[in-house]
């Protein structure tokens, strides 16, 4: 039984670089939660879907930002350009419909913007 | 704004014996009040959870204590073991949303 799949687990890249983080949910989960972890600001919800919907994004940072779920097993969380203060551990999630919050997550990228 | 205060932010129990970590909310649009545990390189995961209609909950060695008045719940490790060695989030979810708020953390060390 698969968890939630996360790639890449490391990324560095150079400050104004795109960058792509990906997320695979747990099948026949229809919830996607994308958070970040910093240790100044803790857990925070970017933004979450429902159903390949985006429900609420008010956590997403900036417009450098953005996300999309083109089917129910793909996510992206998109950065352009990069800015190192973006550095931190991004975890995607997912669920259950009837359960509305993060259920299970995946392992996490850790970004690395010099 | 930190709607969900946790408290201790680190702390070191023997084998054996009782971890305890307390939050506290403050909104109380709340309906659900999930605890996570996360290791070093991995995602959190989902521990125990409490309704607030309900004062305590029970999983193996896990407890919840909620007490609605004074808007605390609390997390009771039993018997902690050196394997329980990891950080410990509270949350609370937004009554019949999904946002789920967490607390700041707190690192638990169980010295064998």
């Known amino acids: 039984d698969a968890g939630v799949i996360q790639s890449p687990r490391h990324e560095v890249t150079e400050m104004g670089q795109e960058v792509t983080l990906r997320c695979k949910p747990i099948s026949g989960h229809n919830s996607l939660f994308w958070y970040r972890q910093t240790m100044m600001r803790g857990l925070e919800l970017l933004i979450y879907?429902?159903?390949?919907?985006?429900?609420?994004d008010s956590g997403m940072p900036e417009d450098r930002f953005s996300a999309k779920m083109p089917n129910a097993s793909f996510s992206t969380l998109k950065i352009q350009p990069s800015e190192p203060r973006d550095s931190a551990v991004y975890f995607c999630?997912?669920?259950?419909?009837?359960?509305?919050?993060?259920?299970?997550f995946g392992d996490g990228t850790r970004l690395s913007i010099l | 704004q930190q709607q969900v205060k946790q408290s201790p932010q680190s702390l070191i129990v023997q084998k054996g014996g009782i971890s305890i970590i307390n939050c506290a909310y403050e909104n109380t649009a709340f309906d659900y009040f999930p605890w996570y545990q996360q290791f070093p390189g991995k995602g959190p995961a989902l521990l125990i959870a409490?309704?607030?209609?309900?004062s305590e909950k029970k999983e193996g060695r896990f407890t919840i204590s909620f007490n609605k008045s004074a808007k605390q719940f609390s997390l009771h490790i039993m018997d902690s073991q050196p394997g329980d060695s990891a950080t410990y989030f509270c949350a609370a979810r937004n009554t019949g949303g999904f946002k789920t708020i967490f607390g700041a953390g707190t690192r638990l060390f169980v010295k064998a």
């Open positions: 409490i309704r607030p209609d309900v």
């Open positions: 879907f429902n159903n390949n919907v985006p429900i609420d």
């Open positions: 999630a997912s669920s259950r419909d009837r359960d509305r919050q993060p259920q299970h």
